[in-house]
């Protein structure tokens, strides 16, 4: 019988209101107590592991990632994924469905969660797509989904366009009891723009993707929601009038939630001037004005998760050879000549993010913009809630999937040193404090960076 004790950290277990030094004790895989300090005795041959000056909390969880697998190697695998989710804490991640064949099946569903049990590291809860190959035209069966394993439905990257699809899919997806999860997005007004349509975009003379493109469907999704009773989860929120529209939703009494990304809060549109396409992504990075306004919304509660939207890209993907001399982060780039701003508009979206969000989420503890406690709420319990999985708690008899994080440790982000497969990151070089040193899955460690240069 396998047991781990961790002694004397600061237990951190919003569901329960516990904020205190305790000691946790799990065996066999099932957390069995959080108990003052001595009073559990530790079964003969149990791991014990000091954890003072720590955090102890329920495993995080991230519940947008993307790990290209099955289909994009190059980029991801769901070892590598799920390797790079256990070190950045992450016991749990929803994988998307925009792989390669798209997850509209429950074979691959299957396919998804052989290979992460084959990784014996992180767990991956398998995202349903809504409609057939992300097409938008027909709805999957969202009951064979669900039985394969799928808890969450989603299209991202893709929004879903036709409203008679999407309100059947809110009111099957309902009745279920899962959450449908919605990239906002009014392809007629986005334009498939690159940079947040404001100075940036002028400055480097690029396509511009407008605050309204996201506003519009997001207006539009929670109508709908409202009208079919359906729970709703609102992905990668970025801008203001957005999060107006979630505030006044749920004043009506609709079941929305949103998730924010670290980029989005971490940074404005400038820093495209600087990381060029490892700054891209959709969602753009939005006005300085707009991320002010999703601080506002952690501190005041609106924002329920913080989600990576982790999404790795090899250097072709990103055309980072061919516009390597117009981007330079230690000065802001020049206009683009025509053909540059083209391959810029073409470059994939998106960051990766497992190794840096807690890192980066750790800064609102660190300015008091939120106390841990909140903090684990969106980043493990509000996480769990969304996925209806049975994690986020340190109940006794709950699965022993824990983090232990130490808030002061104080490291440089240097994407060379990734478990990912790619480096795709806007904050190389960042220095963060407060980094997962311990990921422990179903009561077995999975991560150790205690020695912290692992
Ligand atoms: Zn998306």
Request: hydrophobic share 45%; charged share 25%.
């Amino acid at each position: 019988m396998k047991s781990i004790l961790l002694r004397g950290g600061r237990v951190i277990d919003p569901a329960n209101r516990i904020d205190g030094t305790f000691d946790v004790l799990a065996i066999d895989g099932k957390i069995v107590s959080v108990a003052p300090r001595g009073a559990s005795a530790a079964p003969d041959g149990a791991a014990i592991v000091d954890a003072g000056r720590c955090w102890v909390v329920p495993g995080l969880i991230d519940v947008h990632v993307h790990l290209r697998d099955p289909g994009f190697p190059r980029k991801e695998t769901i070892q590598t994924g799920l390797r790079a989710a256990a070190a950045g804490g992450f016991t749990a991640v929803a994988a998307m469905a925009n792989t390669k064949p798209v997850n509209d099946s429950p074979e691959i569903t299957g396919y998804m969660l052989d290979r992460a049990r084959e990784a014996r590291t992180a767990r991956l809860v398998p995202v349903s797509a809504v409609t057939r190959n992300l097409e938008g035209r027909e709805n999957v069966d969202y009951r064979a989904m669900a039985k394969a394993g799928a808890r969450l439905f989603s299209d991202d990257g893709m929004p879903v366009d036709d409203e008679n699809v999407l309100a059947r899919a809110m009111r099957e997806i309902a009745a279920l009891g899962y959450a449908i999860s919605l990239h906002e997005e009014d392809r007629g007004l986005s334009c498939n723009g690159a940079v947040n349509a404001g100075t940036v975009a002028a400055r480097l003379g690029v396509t511009a993707y407008p605050n309204i493109a996201e506003a519009a469907r997001v207006r539009r999704d929670l109508a709908l929601a409202q009208e079919t009773g359906a729970a709703v989860h609102i992905a990668h929120v970025s801008t203001r009038e957005s999060l107006d529209l979630v505030r006044e939703a749920r004043r009506r009494g609709a079941h929305v939630t949103c998730e924010v990304t670290p980029h989005h809060m971490a940074l404005d549109e400038s820093a495209v001037l600087r990381w060029g396409p490892n700054a891209k992504m959709n969602p753009p990075l939005r006005a300085a004005h707009d991320v002010a306004a999703l601080h506002d919304a952690i501190a005041d509660g609106l924002i329920d998760i913080i989600a990576t939207d982790h999404a790795p890209h090899d250097p072709e993907s990103k055309h980072l050879g061919q516009l390597a001399g117009f981007f330079d982060t230690r000065e802001a780039a020049p206009r683009l000549p025509a053909h540059a701003a083209g391959l810029f508009a073409d470059c994939a979206n998106g960051v990766v993010g497992l190794e840096t969000s807690l890192g980066l989420a750790m800064d609102l503890v660190h300015r008091s913009l939120i106390g841990a406690p909140r903090l684990v709420e969106m980043m493990s319990l509000n996480p769990a809630r969304l996925l209806r999985i049975d994690a986020g708690t340190l109940t006794a008899g709950a699965p022993a999937d824990i983090t232990v994080i130490d808030p002061n440790f104080d490291w440089t982000v240097e994407p060379e040193r990734f478990r990912s497969k790619s480096r795709n990151t806007p904050f190389a070089g960042v220095r963060l404090l407060g980094k997962a040193i311990l990921t422990i899955v179903d009561g077995e460690i999975v991560y150790d960076g205690r020695s912290g240069d692992e």
